[in-house]
């Protein structure tokens, strides 16, 4: 494979929080203890993540438990041993989208085995896990995914509610959420795209009637990183929330302190111009009550206008702090964290040395550290997730014809329509452009001398005329471009194939492809191909050819 890096500044829409957090700016170290250079603090790190044995033992029985339902395989239950022998680990996740998810699912899982394996070779024993989203409760986010065409073009493929049994209460929980028999023919339709290979045979193993978006997902992950060793998690266990009772407590009964935290943290982010990824107010709790089968968020009443909290909402139901902690005690697997409490819940369950995500988690992380001091005394680092573009032959085609590049691409359909058809001129209307722009600079940089002579003050000016006619003459070639694009139908087939190979949709390949087409079409041993290019210390984006 041959790969390129790009880096993240010409990414669209990527954020400034992210872009310096990646070079570790001055103005981010307050909101993360750890620079993304995994290696310069592992060690130490380590020596920081304090876990109760008891619960090690009890989270060891429900990986095993969880991980073998899903057919887990000996290097999986080999790494379950190692955790429950004293072992660290490295942390991942994903909300459990339709057929695995998008591409960036898998990387995330490869860059978990990469950081555990790093780890344990600089003497810190860590496995791998990947946490399975199942609580969250937006079915349409994860209820589809779009896998590549017989043409190479990304068909969108869905369940829609009357697919599940009893359809799908608004605002469930997605683990909680089963397949009905409409499941089948979206099955079909993924198998016959996805050809002839092993995925395919996974993908029917896994999607079937009785299972959930969240059962499903991890039988096939448990097949895609059988050789990886990934410890697979699925947070709505009952056992889990059990364990995880003190945290849901302290959420209701701290939940004044918590607050007041988080507010401060959001004008302290605000005050060094990022943003807030979660909108937190004086309502806000970290916790989501399930009721009458929908997640529904617990809100503070009265603006916490008292010392514990005042009174809460779940929904149109009343309670006090200690209504609520008494159905905590007693239920506890009804209640679940909300994005900046789930990394912070996560963490109490697991002896992580390191959580790897996107964008929007580190931006979740910048948030989440008030409320890792408060309950945990200590923030647990986080790392980009390795993020990459991959490139078929087809595209690799096109590119080269028109020498062009991704951050071509990166710049929209229709910017791509309009380089590729000026690159399309014939060689002599080319020639002419060429020369017109040597004549302008040739002849304006002999006036601008002659100026400067006579009145240095008019040197500004006369730049300003050349830019001015420049920019005249990529008007004048953009015109032409358009003409030609409307003339040439090759020019908008082949810029259309490289948008929607590339930047489907106006968003990054990984973000829109399902991961499952790209291995069924190159096989499992694409995952090995991808794992040499993830380095935990190279932080930009990388551009890879597979073939």
């Known amino acids: 494979m041959k790969s390129q890096c790009l880096p993240f500044q010409q990414i669209p829409h990527t954020t400034r929080l992210f872009l310096d957090y990646l070079s570790y700016t001055p103005s981010v170290r307050s909101f993360y203890p750890r620079s993304p250079i995994f290696s310069e603090w592992v060690k130490d790190e380590s020596q920081r993540v304090a876990y109760d044995t008891a619960r090690r033992g009890k989270v060891s029985e429900i990986l095993e438990r969880q991980n073998r339902a899903w057919g887990a395989s000996s290097k999986t239950l080999a790494n379950i041993d190692r955790f429950k022998r004293g072992a660290l680990v490295a942390v991942t996740g994903q909300q459990v989208g339709l057929f695995g998810g998008p591409l960036f699912s898998i990387f995330k899982a490869l860059t978990a085995v990469k950081l555990a394996e790093q780890a344990t070779a600089a ?28 043409h190479g073009l990304p068909e969108r493929l869905a369940v829609e509610s009357q697919a599940f049994e009893g359809h799908a209460v608004a605002d469930a929980p997605v683990g909680t959420v089963k397949f009905g028999p409409e499941i089948e023919p979206v099955v079909e339709r993924a198998a016959a795209l996805l050809g002839d290979s092993e995925v395919k045979t996974w993908l029917r193993q896994a999607y079937r009637p009785g299972e959930s978006l969240g059962s499903a997902f991890a039988l096939l992950f448990a097949k895609l990183f059988a050789e990886w060793g990934v410890i697979l998690l699925d947070p709505a266990d009952e056992d889990f929330h059990d ?34 990824q979660v909108k937190v107010t004086s309502a806000t709790t970290l916790l989501f009550e399930v009721k009458n089968g929908a997640r529904t968020v617990v809100r503070r009443r009265n603006n916490g206008a008292n010392d514990n ?88 085609r096109i590119l080269t014809r028109y020498q062009l590049g991704l951050p071509d691409v990166l710049l929209g359909p229709e910017k791509v329509r309009e380089v590729i058809a000026a690159r399309s001129l014939p060689p002599d209307l080319q020639a002419r452009f060429s020369e017109a722009y040597a004549s302008v600079e040739q002849s304006m940089a002999a006036l601008r001398e002659s100026i400067g002579k006579l009145d240095s003050t008019l040197i500004d000016a006369a730049e300003s005329t050349r830019t001015s006619m420049s920019h005249q003459i990529d008007r004048l070639r953009a015109r032409v471009a358009r003409a030609e694009q409307q003339r040439n139908e090759v020019i908008t087939r082949h810029a259309d194939a490289l948008s929607n190979a590339l930047f489907p949709n106006k968003v990054l390949q990984e973000r829109e492809v399902a991961g499952v087409s790209f291995v069924a079409r190159y096989g499992p041993e694409l995952l090995a191909n991808l794992y040499q290019h993830v380095h935990p210390d190279c932080h930009d984006h990388q551009v890879i050819e597979v073939q």
Do not use: M
């Open 309 to 396: 909290g005042g009174e809460f909402a779940v929904g149109e139901e009343r309670s006090s702090s200690k209504e609520l902690v008494e159905r905590i005690e007693e239920t506890p697997e009804t209640f679940s964290p909300n994005a900046i409490f789930r990394p912070v819940v996560q963490d109490y369950l697991l002896p992580t040395l390191v959580y790897t995500g996107g964008a929007a988690e580190v931006a979740y992380f910048a948030q989440a550290a008030v409320v890792y001091e408060k309950l945990l005394g200590r923030v647990t680092p986080i790392l980009p997730r390795f993020s990459a573009t991959l490139l078929e032959a087809k595209a690799v």
């Open 243 to 276: 364990l995880a009772k003190p945290l849901f407590r302290a959420a209701i009964e701290r939940v004044s302190e918590l607050d007041e935290a988080l507010l401060a943290r959001g004008k302290a982010l605000e005050a060094a111009g990022y943003h807030q």
């Open 123 to 150: 003497g810190v024993e860590c496995v791998p896990v990947f946490w399975l989203a199942t609580e969250d409760h937006d079915l349409a986010e994860v209820n589809h995914v779009a896998l590549l065409s017989e």
